[in-house]
């Protein structure tokens, strides 16, 4: 069973959202980390860069596959994790923590109402 913080807003696409203030911390869940297995790669977007909900905004490359970041919500880009490019592992042991992806400033806060609670991004996990 995959961890699904409370504290927490989930994307369809399995990116999560932490916010604090007017900015935000974006990573991915623990679920896709488990699906992805073992991450070896992670491009991160650079700061400054402005974003669009569900644009294509950071890589993910496992030993199974190569997947899109999608960025839940519209912002810039404050803070890039830079330890998750050095050492890419960060994602599959702490996704909610130091497997973060990148810091945003809020663009348009309503848009986190568009994002699933917890309740609602587990039951789209559990298998059927």
Not at 46 to 75: H, M
Request: proline share 6%; glycine share 8%.
């Amino acid at each position: 069973m995959a961890n699904v913080p409370a504290d927490l807003k989930y994307a369809k696409s399995h990116e999560w959202v932490r916010v604090t203030g007017d900015e935000a911390v974006v990573g991915i869940t623990d679920h896709a980390q488990h699906e992805l297995t073992d991450v070896v790669f992670v491009e991160v977007p650079e700061v400054g860069r402005k974003l669009k909900a569900g644009e294509a905004c950071a890589v993910v490359e496992s030993v199974k596959t190569a997947s899109d970041i999608y960025s839940p919500i519209s912002g810039e880009v404050v803070e890039s994790n830079q330890a998750l490019v050095d050492n890419p592992a960060l994602v599959n042991s702490e996704p909610y923590g130091a497997g973060w992806f990148y810091k945003v400033r809020l663009a348009n806060p309503g848009e986190l109402s568009n994002l699933l609670g917890p309740d609602q991004y587990a039951a789209q996990i559990q298998p059927s």
